[in-house]
């Protein structure tokens, strides 16, 4: 089946430390896009990715970096200078940025930290 | 700046009741508006996606409708159950973007 999948479910990350959550798509979908959700608020958008080897910040990237070498991979690292990173991290792509088919979403991260 | 808005946040309905969720959005340039639910520590599941020169989409016992002119939107949920318990999310997809703008969510409770 296809679909987006996130891990890990659940990570706990130390004071200073940097820690990489997962995002994999086998949708064949060229634009992925990690979010933010806290509670009482929308999703609010880190990164996106449009096409392998190109992305950009999306509305609250400071603390934040992606990759996108490969097109179904979209890694996010949570640096040290994140002041506030506990939250639920969505993942989603979609084949042509939303116009066609709208997003598909994976199933998250909580982030924690310790 | 295209902004969207769900009212009310939270709402309890007995199981049985039809029941209209609302979303309202300030820019009426949008290419979309996709409606998602969310269960408690899951990610969004899409229900719905309705395009800007439709005025409905239906899915089983989900019906949503957009009027682009007023801005808004309504998720219509037919004979709701227990089952249909969770967060349900509205999003625009503004022209010329290729970025959703989301709601803050209506947090849907039916009572058995």
């Known amino acids: 089946d296809g679909g987006i999948t996130q891990s890990p479910k659940y990570l706990f990350r130390k004071e200073g430390q940097n820690v990489t959550l997962s995002c994999e798509q086998n949708?064949?979908?060229?634009?992925m896009y990690w979010y933010r959700q806290d509670p009482g608020q929308g999703l609010r958008l880190i990164y996106y990715?449009?096409?392998?080897?190109?992305?950009q910040k999306g509305d609250i990237a400071e603390g934040y970096s992606v990759s996108r070498e490969k097109k179904e991979s979209f890694p996010l690292t949570v640096t040290s200078a994140q002041k506030n990173p506990t939250a639920f991290y969505l993942c989603?792509?979609?084949?042509?940025?939303?116009?066609?088919?709208?997003?598909?979403f994976g199933s998250g991260t909580r982030l924690t930290v310790v | 700046k295209q902004e969207v808005t769900q009212i009310p946040a939270a709402l309890s309905v007995p199981e049985g009741e039809n029941l209209v969720l609302n979303c309202s959005f300030t820019?009426?340039?949008?290419?979309?508006l996709q409606w998602f639910r969310q269960d408690p520590g899951k990610g969004l599941t899409s229900l719905l996606l309705?395009?800007?020169?439709?005025r409905e989409q239906t899915s089983g016992r989900l019906n949503a409708s957009l009027d682009k002119s007023s801005g808004r939107s309504t998720l219509y949920i037919a004979a709701s159950q227990p089952g249909d318990s969770a967060t349900y999310l509205c999003?625009?997809?503004?022209?010329?973007?290729?970025?959703?703008?989301f709601g803050t969510g209506t947090r849907l409770k039916v009572l058995a």
């Open positions: 989603a792509s979609s084949i042509d940025g939303g116009p066609s088919y709208g997003y598909t």
């Open positions: 949708l064949n979908h060229d634009a």
């Open positions: 990715s449009q096409i392998v080897n190109d992305f």
């Open positions: 820019d009426s340039a949008i290419y979309n």
């Open positions: 309705i395009q800007s020169s439709q």
């Open positions: 999003a625009v997809l503004p022209s010329g973007t290729y970025k959703y703008i």
